[in-house]
C-alpha cells in the first residue's frame, strides 16, 4: 500500500473551510477505499489526511473530484492545500501532487 498526504494550512483556510475539507475527505475514504483507510492527524499549524490505498491514481482522481481540485475555478480550500504521495521508492521519490503556491509545478502521477 502507498500513502497520500493531503495537508490543510490552518492559517491559509477558515476554521469551517478545514474542518468541512476533513469531513469529506475522511467520508470518501470511507465511501471509496475499501482495502484503505484515512486518518486525520493535527499537526503544527496544519492538519494532515493520510490515506494508505493500493491505487493512488483512483484516490487522487476522487480528492479531485470531493473538494473541486480537477476543475478550472478552484474553491477557497485549494489555496490551503498540499497535496503529496510516496513515489515508486516510497518517500524516498515523493510526488507534489498539488500546492497551493501556484510556483510550486506538480508532479503526474504514473496511471492518472
Known amino acids: 500500500m502507498k500513502t497520500l498526504t493531503v495537508q490543510i494550512q490552518e492559517g491559509l483556510a477558515t ?51 470531493r473538494l473541486g481540485l480537477g476543475g478550472g475555478e478552484k474553491p477557497p480550500i485549494a489555496r490551503a492545500l498540499i497535496v503529496i504521495c510516496e513515489g515508486e521508492y516510497g518517500w524516498d521519490d515523493y510526488l507534489l501532487l498539488h500546492h497551493f503556491d501556484e510556483y510550486e509545478i506538480p508532479d503526474a502521477l504514473p496511471g492518472a
Open 15 to 65: 476554521a469551517r473551510e478545514a474542518e468541512h475539507a476533513v469531513r469529506q475527505l475522511l467520508s470518501l475514504a470511507v465511501e471509496k477505499l475499501p482495502e484503505g483507510r484515512a486518518v486525520a492527524v493535527p499537526g503544527e499549524g496544519c492538519i494532515n489526511v493520510n490515506f494508505r490505498t493500493l491505487d493512488l491514481p483512483r484516490l487522487w482522481q476522487a480528492i479531485q473530484e
